[in-house]
């Protein structure tokens, strides 16, 4: 990160600029066989010159059995297919990649969860409810009758 001096009177004070802060997006839940499209659009490149490539760097952990994979780990917004039921975690750093060839300057990781159901969890099978056993009968048994 770039360190820019603050002049304080009597001294000199150093204050380190903001650099690059990813943003992996928001935690979720999908169904099983779903396509997931990350979304690191939300990062911010403070201090980034207009010449710099904002570069992205993703990582994905998945549960045991799965061979799902990232489309790509440098883009802003990647995919994977869930292919089994579990909880995927997705990694993101940022950085200010410079046009010069130097080290990018990059963020701390943020990472997002991503707990795949089975589609069959949604509801169970129907329950039959009798009106009655919720409301009273209309016309009482007191053998009243109503004539009109």
């Known amino acids: 990160m770039a360190w820019w001096p603050l002049v304080l009177m009597p001294g000199l004070i150093w204050a380190q600029a903001q650099g690059p802060v ?28 207009l010449a710099e490539t904002p570069a992205y760097l993703w990582s994905l ?11 790509s780990t440098s883009l802003a917004a990647p995919t994977f297919v869930v292919d089994v039921i579990g909880v995927y ?34 509801f169970s099978d129907p329950v039959e409810i009798e009106l009655d056993d919720i409301f009273p009968p209309l016309v009482p048994s007191s053998g009243i009758v109503l004539s009109a």
């Not at 410079?98 to 589609?119: C, F, L, Q, R, Y």
């Open 22 to 49: 990813a943003n992996a997006g928001v935690d979720r839940i999908v169904h099983w066989g779903d396509q997931v499209t990350l979304n690191g659009e939300g990062s911010t490149f403070a201090g980034a010159k």
């Open 61 to 71: 952990t998945v549960p045991n059995g799965s061979a799902a994979e990232l489309t």
């Open 89 to 122: 975690t997705a990694s993101l750093e940022v950085g200010n990649d410079p046009p010069g060839g130097g080290p990018p300057d990059w963020s701390h990781p943020s990472s997002v969860t991503v707990t795949a159901i089975s589609s069959n969890l949604a």
